[in-house]
Nanobody, 127 residues
Framework: QAQLMESGGDSVQAGGSLQLSCQLSGDLFKSACRAWFRQSPGKERERVASIYVSSGDKFYVDSVKGRFTISVDRAMNILYLQMDNLEPEDTAMYFC????????????????????WGQGTQVTVSS
């Protein structure tokens, strides 16, 4: 059964770091594109970063470039998001998602359609 489970969310002060993990199970080891999204109250869901697994190419939203790093442990089927120099604006529920149905361009603009989703992990950054 395809499942994703996030962990690593916490409360930190601005400037701090966190690493989020997402364990993929079932057939999701075949997923072509994996991503992290976030959503805070009153705001639309936002794709933070995505990775096209076969090539390792990574894509980031401008607001996190240089601060966040997405990576994959293919052997363990774990998706990571390393978050450094956190800002209060990063406060949100973070979700991982994975899809079998992706090519390079669609992963670069991954919307989460036709994807499996995790339950989310809360990140709170205080000033």
């Amino acid at each position: 059964q395809a499942q994703l489970m996030e962990s690593g969310g916490d409360s930190v002060q601005a400037g701090g770091s966190l690493q989020l993990s997402c364990q993929l199970s079932g057939d999701l080891f075949k997923s072509a594109c994996r991503a992290w999204f976030r959503q805070s109250p009153g705001k639309e869901r936002e794709r933070v970063a995505s990775i096209y697994v076969s090539s390792g190419d990574k894509f980031y939203v401008d607001s996190v470039k240089g601060r966040f790093t997405i990576s994959v442990d293919r052997a363990m089927n774990i998706l990571y998001l390393q978050m450094d120099n956190l800002e209060p604006e990063d406060t949100a529920m973070y979700f991982c998602a994975a899809t079998m149905y992706s090519n390079y361009p669609s992963c670069q603009a991954f919307t989460g359609n036709r994807a499996f989703w995790g339950q989310g992990t809360q990140v709170t950054v205080s000033s």
